[in-house]
């Protein structure tokens, strides 16, 4: 009965939050985009609902209504659930001219450039089924090759099996490579109109830079109320951690 009951409000709350979504996108598509923003945030609010898709509504809403922090936040929350998605990508770069700031983002070079740009081609999730997919590969070569009479077909099948098994260990390694780049990779987003970095974790720090709303930092660690931040330029100073909001 219990179960039931779970199930019951379990779908229950599905349909309110789809049922919520289109009211939102039907105020989106009348030019309401503040009552739009609102639908949405309820949605994530009473039913912890997220998607990539709902990040994005509500992102191109706050973009209408010209507020830049709430905007990229969300665009960059749709980036997390989807990765790489061109039409969000799009989005955020129109999102990102609004800023003040002009903070230029370094390149990596190099060795670690090429292995970032191999890796970042699919998210952690999509390299892990590469990798099933090519194991099942390598399953089908060894069966082949375990079943056939035939010299030359064993040879075939069994250079198929070493090919296979070094993409596996490709496919794992990339995969592991981003699951630890998503886990230590902490963005986050200025929502403060002005905030001042410091240099070190106090008022009485001097400061390195100011930074205005919408501004992209990284977040490295913190103390008390204070977070140590590095900007894309390589920049790292402290800043108030009240004044940005986490992306992840």
């Known amino acids: 009965m219990k179960n039931i009951l779970y199930l019951f409000l379990l779908i229950s709350q599905v349909f309110f939050a789809q049922s919520s979504f289109e009211k939102g996108n039907a105020l989106y ?10 639908v949405y945030e309820d949605i994530l ?3 912890k609902q997220q998607s990539a898709e709902l990040y994005f509504n509500l992102a191109n809403s706050y973009y209408k209504l010209n507020k830049v922090a709430p905007s990229i936040y969300n665009y960059e929350k749709a980036l997390v659930l989807k990765p790489n998605d061109p039409e969000t990508l799009n989005n955020l770069k129109f999102a990102k001219k609004l800023t003040i700031d002009e903070i230029k983002e370094v ?3 190099g060795f670690a ?5 191999f890796t970042g081609i699919f998210d952690y999730n999509q390299w892990a089924k590469i990798s099933v997919a090519i194991a099942f ?3 089908l070569s060894f069966i082949g090759y ?3 009479q035939l010299t030359l077909t064993k040879r075939i099948y069994f250079i198929a099996m070493f090919i296979f098994l070094v993409a596996i260990l490709l496919s794992v390694s990339a995969g592991m490579s981003e699951k630890n780049h998503f886990d230590n990779d902490r963005p986050a987003i200025v929502f403060s109109e002005l905030s001042e970095v410091r240099s070190e974790p106090q008022k009485a720090g001097s400061a390195i830079i100011l930074l205005h709303e919408g501004a992209k930092v990284y977040v490295m660690e913190t103390v008390g109320k204070w977070k140590k931040i590095e900007l894309t330029d390589g920049q790292e100073g402290w800043i108030d951690a009240t004044t940005i909001k986490e992306v992840k």
């Open 137 to 139: 590969l390598f399953l």
């Open 29 to 38: 598509q009348k030019g309401q985009y503040q009552e739009a923003a609102q």
């Open 107 to 109: 390149p990596k070079v």
């Open 113 to 117: 450039k090429l292995i970032q740009n």
């Open 45 to 47: 609010k009473e039913n």
């Open 146 to 148: 375990y079943f056939s």
